[in-house]
């Protein structure tokens, strides 16, 4: 049985890549913060009474600042690949949170790495890298030749998790593969992401609950795919004769103000009728346009995305209306 060892197991790809890992016959450990509630909502679908060594699913408490921790669980665990996805992920929140977004997102990078250097069985290696590292850019469509131009401590915090993880696999020959990639959304995106914040206020609208949602720069144009579809390219990178770096993206771009006509319209609304502005949402400097070139992956992995724009918007919709009537 092949070990996978996630670290941010409890957030959006992390438990769509242990369920994914798990049906392929792995077993999946996860590394979980200390909270003062058991809750996982994400993952306790996978819970098992069977908490033995021969468990599918096992979850063990670490800190990507901790990496102590993390080199015990590692020597015990003796995982086969390791997907380091833990992060402070919020891109406005790293403007009020830089020195802990950097230590987590970037030297929780370095602490992993540093640790693999030691280790003496060999580990794949998958580094969760951004389209935020193209920032500023001025390339129509970024791909792995793309020059970075990071526009927050998030992302300056993830261009120093991808340099090391090259770094550290020209120089220790060890298998680091670092997979750019571009927003991926789902139901399980968390809630103060703007795609999720849309299509929960949606339904909730609908249903009469609210009446307005309020948000920042409505002209950023991003690239968004589905999640679950974005986990398979991290195994599949993982999986190649040679360590590489991919561009995972849908190769089309939107504005949040088409995503909000979109997602609106999927229950018959006028997003004009129930949008305010409040600059507490903008950024000090925003990133205006990602646009990612997949045909790396198409080539080498033969990973393609599947669910276009308008289905992604429409599922999300579905899904919050759906936990809405059930009462969650
Ligand atoms: P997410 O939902 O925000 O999940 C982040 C995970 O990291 C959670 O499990 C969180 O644990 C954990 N975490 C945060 N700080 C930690 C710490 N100090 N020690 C250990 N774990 C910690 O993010 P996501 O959307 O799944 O993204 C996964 C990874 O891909 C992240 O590294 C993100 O930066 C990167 N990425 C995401 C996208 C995207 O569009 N989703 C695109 C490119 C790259 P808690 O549940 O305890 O908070
Ligand atoms: O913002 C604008 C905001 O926070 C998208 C993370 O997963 O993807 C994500 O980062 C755009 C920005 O995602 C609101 O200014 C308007 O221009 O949903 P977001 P993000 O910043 O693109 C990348 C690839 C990652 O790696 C990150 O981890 O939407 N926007 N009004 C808003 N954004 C938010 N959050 N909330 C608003 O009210």
Redo the contacts with the bound molecule.
Sequence with gaps: MKKALI????????SYLAEFLIQKGYQVHG???R?STLF?SRIDHLHTVDESETSSFLLHY????DGTNIARLIHQIRPDEIYN??????VRISFDMPIYTVD??AL?TLRLLEILRSIDWPTKFYQ?????MYGQTTVATQNEETPFHPRSP?ACA?VYSHYQTVNYRDSYDMFACSGI?????SPR??ENFVTRKITKAVAEIKKGLRDTVVLGNLDARRDWGY?PEYIEAMWMMLQQEKPDDYVIATGEAHSVREFLAEAFGCVGLNWEDHVTFDEKFLRPVDVDMLCGDASKAKAKLGWEPRTKFKQLVQLMVDADMAALEQGQ
């Design positions: 670290t941010g197991i409890t957030g959006q790809d992390g590394i979980v913060r909270n996982r670490g800190d990507s600042s996805l833990a992060a402070q992920s919020h987590v997102d929780g969760a890298s951004s389209s935020e998030y993830k990639l571009f927003n991926h959304e995106r968390g999640a």
